[in-house]
């Protein structure tokens, strides 16, 4: 499932996830607001609108407050905790622990991630993130062909309707990845943000990265 929002934001949602919007407050003329969301099962990928540049876009979940400004972020929340994704832009991480003396965590390179397993435990420092992870994130809140989710309104292919209750299956596109051009595409993303923003490869200091 995926939510578009008046400011050009979306939530990518995966099966078996449960969040609540709790708020969302955005002024189209200057494009400030704010979002909260409260992730209590499950994965979902925030992409940011107008509102995470002007504004204030942040993730509620059992161990973390997770805020997003101009970026792209893959949360995830299950039994290990919560595992936070930088893929474009600063995501500051705190929990009771960094308000209490460690400083909240802050990734500002893409490709990083942080786990977080308790609101009283200091969040893990910023990890290289690996193509199993990525690969295992990409399935979760990628739809296959012929999905439909239970709603009225189907994909087609040209004049042919198809992916409905009593259609047949919609053919394969010719994009679509196997595990090696996952990972391939992946890696060019990374390399392709870095040339364009001008970074060089990442390094993490303390619990900055």
Not at 57 to 65: G, R
Not at 110 to 118: A, K, L, Q, R
Not at 179 to 196: E, F, K, P, R
Request: glycine content about 16%; overall charge negative.
């Amino acid at each position: 499932m995926q939510l578009l929002f008046l400011d050009k934001s979306s939530l990518s949602i995966a099966p078996n996830t449960s969040i609540v919007i709790d708020e969302f407050v955005y002024d189209p003329n200057s494009g400030k607001g704010h979002m909260l969301t409260t992730l209590t099962q499950g994965a979902l990928r925030y992409v940011g609108g107008e509102l995470s540049h002007q504004g204030e876009a942040t993730i509620q979940t059992a161990n973390a407050t997770i805020g997003i400004r101009g970026g792209t972020t893959t949360v995830g929340q299950g039994s290990g905790g919560t595992t936070v994704i930088d893929h474009f832009g600063t995501i500051t991480i705190e929990n009771l622990a960094t308000k209490n003396g460690s400083g909240p965590i802050i990734i500002t390179m893409p490709g990083y991630e942080v786990t977080i397993t308790g609101w009283t435990i200091p969040p893990g420092q910023p990890t290289k993130v690996t193509d199993a992870e990525i690969l295992h994130y990409l399935a979760l809140l990628t739809s296959k062909p012929g999905q439909h989710g239970g709603g009225t309104q189907f994909s087609s292919f040209g004049n042919v309707a198809c992916g409905g209750p009593g259609q047949s299956a919609c053919p394969t596109p010719p994009w679509f990845s196997t595990n090696t051009g996952q990972d391939a595409a992946n890696q060019i993303i990374v390399q392709g943000t870095h040339l364009g923003s001008g970074q060089t490869p990442p390094r993490c200091t303390g619990y900055r990265c």
